[in-house]
């Protein structure tokens, strides 16, 4: 399967708490995309980086993107109950080849 | 706003039965793209579509058909439902051309039992 995985496939932290995600493929990324989904709902683009970036940033979430890896790594900093939801990564391919998917909640 | 639509949030069919899922989209999008997502196994992708009247197999095409006569419009066509074609079912759409750069829109999802 050319699905990427993702680790852990669950994750429960505190408010005010870091969050880290990761993501692999088995063949090589050029661009990756990450989505948020809150439950019973669609998936919403959250950040793009680029095969020649390494790391990028928007608002509270910084993305790295290694591509000898082939793995990137969402971290959702000082989170809120708001942030709990499933985060699913993408990468290019004929069409995006999603991952299996994480499942954060955020207790406060 | 970018807006997804997809015609129906729940769906409950029979075994056996033709089964269409409407998404529609109007922000002028040239793809379109039908995901089923299941438990454990995240989003697959069923069927998309680079323009009107043109369809490209997913990794998961068997039992599904689409159509697109009007860009706005996709349409999923399960030909003869069976049981394990129960699941989320997402419709999603992005700019031009085979760029799969550029983010993805979704709808809200039809959540489909077959009975």
């Known amino acids: 399967s050319q699905q990427g995985e993702e680790d852990p496939q669950a994750l429960s932290i505190q408010e005010g708490e870091n969050a880290t995600m990761n993501c692999s493929y088995k063949?090589?990324?050029?661009?990756l995309q990450w989505y948020r989904q809150n439950s019973g709902r669609g998936l919403v683009h959250l950040i793009l980086i680029r095969s020649n970036e390494r790391e990028k940033h928007s608002g509270r979430l910084r993305v790295t993107l290694d591509t000898s890896k082939k793995s990137s790594s969402l971290l959702i900093t000082a989170s809120r109950a708001a942030d709990t939801a499933s985060y699913f990564c993408?990468?290019?391919?004929?069409?995006?080849?999603f991952g299996k998917g994480t499942t954060l909640s955020v207790s406060s | 706003d970018v807006k997804v639509t997809q015609s129906s949030r729940y769906l409950v069919k029979r075994t056996g039965e033709k089964v269409f899922l409407e998404c529609v989209q109007d922000?002028?999008?040239?793809?379109m793209f039908w995901y089923r997502q299941d438990p454990g196994l995240g989003l697959r992708l069923i069927y998309f579509s680079y323009d009107v009247k043109m369809k490209e197999k997913g990794d998961i095409p068997e039992g599904y058909s689409v159509s697109r006569e009007k860009k706005e419009r996709f349409s999923l066509i399960l030909e003869s439902a069976s049981t394990n074609q129960t699941s989320m079912y997402l419709c999603a759409s992005s700019l031009f051309g085979a760029s799969v750069n550029q983010p993805q829109h979704f709808g809200d999802g039809t959540r489909l039992s077959i009975l």
């Open positions: 063949t090589s990324i050029n661009n």
């Open positions: 922000m002028d999008h040239e793809n």
């Open positions: 993408a990468k290019a391919g004929t069409a995006l080849i």
